[in-house]
């Protein structure tokens, strides 16, 4: 038992350290201050949150999603695998939240509470993981969670 605890802490620190590089395949791990509901900074690297559209500033819902981030962001570090770079040159990675040795993906949440939307044009990169996305988008729209509250269906 000790052998395991020791072999998740270990995990846990390394995790915490900053990794080089934000090339895709790499990994970018650790604290996290949130930008908004589908960015995130590590290390004073910015992270796109891969698979998502959050609400940007100015839009319904923004403060919703950034709030919920943040909140996610002092429940512990943040595991990034770079899957790509967008047009400005961010990384966009598919995240992790870790906590208590457990790891919870913040795309899926994010789409589990109706704060954000699938991203389609994140469908080439990983093509399983977006249908996923789609399914768990569809669960909060049935539920009329977070952004879907305003269709006409509803209210």
């Known amino acids: 038992m000790r052998r395991y605890l020791l072999i998740a802490f270990a995990a846990l620190f390394a995790a915490s350290v900053p990794v080089a590089g ?4 790499g990994t970018i791990g650790g604290r996290a201050t949130v ?23 100015g839009a319904p819902g923004f403060g919703r999603a950034t709030a919920f981030m943040r909140d996610a962001a002092e429940k512990g570090p943040f595991i990034c695998d770079v899957v790509d770079k967008d047009r400005d040159d961010v990384a966009v ?19 589990a509470e109706g704060l ?4 389609p044009g994140s469908l080439p990169l990983r ?16 539920q009329c969670r977070g952004l879907w509250q305003e269709l006409p269906e509803c209210r």
Do not use: H, M
């Open 93 to 111: 990675a598919v995240c992790r939240l870790e906590v208590d040795f457990l790891s919870e993906d913040v795309a899926e949440s994010l789409l």
């Open 116 to 119: 954000a939307k699938t991203d």
């Open 127 to 142: 093509p399983r993981l977006i249908a996923w996305y789609q399914e768990v988008e569809a669960e909060a729209k049935a």
């Open 35 to 57: 930008v908004d509901g589908g960015t995130v900074e590590i290390y004073g690297r910015n992270v796109r949150i891969y698979g998502i559209d959050a609400p940007e500033r």
């Open 22 to 25: 934000q090339e895709a395949g």
